[in-house]
C-alpha cells in the first residue's frame, strides 16, 4: 500500500513539475529579450516588452540571410501602430513611450522564398520582469519538490 501512495506521488510531482516548468518558461507572451531569431519565408517575429509613459527604449537590429530586408511595426498598449518602417541590415532607432503597457514589436520577412535571420538588440528598463505566468509556474515547481521528496522517501521506506 505505501509503495502505491509513494508511486502516486512521484507521478503527481512529476506531472507538477513539467506543468510548472511549461506555465513558466513557454505559457506568455515572448518578452522583449536580446538575441537571435529565424523569421520564417513570409513569415512574421513579435516581441512585447513593458514601457510606461515616458520611458525610452533603444537598440537595433539586424537581418541576414534572404534579401535581408524586413518591414517593423511597433504597436503601443492599445494596439494602434506607432512606428512602420522598411529597414534592410542593420537598423538603430530609439522612442519615448507615449502610453504605460505592453508595447508590441512585429518583424515581417519580406522575402516569401528564404528564411532571415534577425538579431535583435533592443532594451527595455523594465526587463526581465517576473510575469503571473512566472509565479504560477515558480510555484508548481515548488510544490512538486516538495512532493516528490515525499515520494521518494515514500519509496524508500517502503
Not at 111 to 116: A, F, G, T
Request: no cysteine; hydrophobic share 40%; proline share 3%.
Amino acid at each position: 500500500m505505501k509503495n502505491k501512495a509513494a508511486l502516486v506521488l512521484l507521478s503527481a510531482g512529476i506531472v507538477l513539475f513539467i506543468a510548472g516548468f511549461f506555465v513558466t518558461f513557454f505559457w506568455m507572451d515572448a518578452p522583449l529579450k536580446q538575441g537571435s531569431y529565424v523569421v520564417k519565408a513570409g513569415g512574421t517575429l513579435e516581441l512585447s516588452w513593458y514601457l510606461q509613459n515616458g520611458d525610452r527604449t533603444e537598440g537595433g537590429f539586424t537581418v541576414s540571410g534572404g534579401n535581408e530586408e524586413t518591414n517593423l511595426i511597433i504597436k503601443n498598449p492599445s494596439g494602434e501602430i506607432i512606428r512602420n518602417w522598411t529597414a534592410k541590415g542593420r537598423y538603430d532607432n530609439g522612442f519615448a513611450a507615449q502610453d504605460t503597457g505592453v508595447h508590441t514589436m512585429i518583424f515581417k520577412n519580406l522575402d516569401n522564398v528564404n528564411d532571415e535571420s534577425i538579431d535583435v538588440q533592443f532594451n527595455s528598463p523594465y526587463e526581465p520582469r517576473i510575469t503571473v505566468y512566472d509565479e504560477v509556474g515558480l510555484s508548481m515547481i515548488m510544490v512538486s519538490g516538495v512532493i516528490l521528496f515525499f515520494g521518494i522517501r515514500a519509496l524508500r521506506n517502503g
